[in-house]
């Protein structure tokens, strides 16, 4: 059984910050915890636009705090996001993230990352092996 708490995450190597600002990652469970998938808590920081493909990965998304939206730059949708509620990107969807307000977003990945990702030059996370 694992457990880990919140607080003991920040300030380690699972407390990943980007590069511009935008957003950080506290990442609770990583490949090498063997769950089959890696779990996140996320703030995207009010005032940010980032742009995201995850090309190599499938991703869930649970807004529990905050506003903003999400615009799905295949369909040219956008969705508000807010506390309550949950986006799928099942189909690898070029999107942008925006928020208004802090977002705080619990986020799951599959196959899950190994804990040293960050968006690259087209918003993509590499494929990496634990």
């Known amino acids: ?3 880990r708490r919140l607080n003991e995450v920040i300030g ?3 407390d990943v910050k980007a590069d511009n600002g935008n ?15 890696s779990m996140h808590d996320t703030t995207i920081f009010a ?5 995201i493909h995850y090309a ?8 529990v705090a905050g506003k903003g939206e ?8 956008t969705t508000q996001l ?13 999107h ?3 928020a208004s307000e802090d977002m705080r977003m619990i986020c799951v990945f599959n196959p899950p990352i190994t804990g040293r990702e960050v968006h690259d030059e087209n918003g993509v996370y590499p494929l990496l092996q634990a």
């Open 56 to 63: 190599n990965h499938l991703e869930a998304v649970y807004c």
């Open 12 to 14: 380690t190597e699972r």
């Open 82 to 94: 807010e506390d309550g509620v949950l986006y799928a990107l099942n189909g690898h969807e070029r």
């Open 47 to 51: 005032g940010t636009k980032t742009y």
């Open 96 to 98: 942008y993230l925006s």
């Open 23 to 37: 957003w950080v990652s506290r990442r609770l469970l990583l490949a090498k915890d063997g769950m089959g998938f």
């Open 70 to 77: 999400i615009e799905d730059l295949e369909t040219g949708v």
């Open 1 to 3: 059984m694992i457990f």
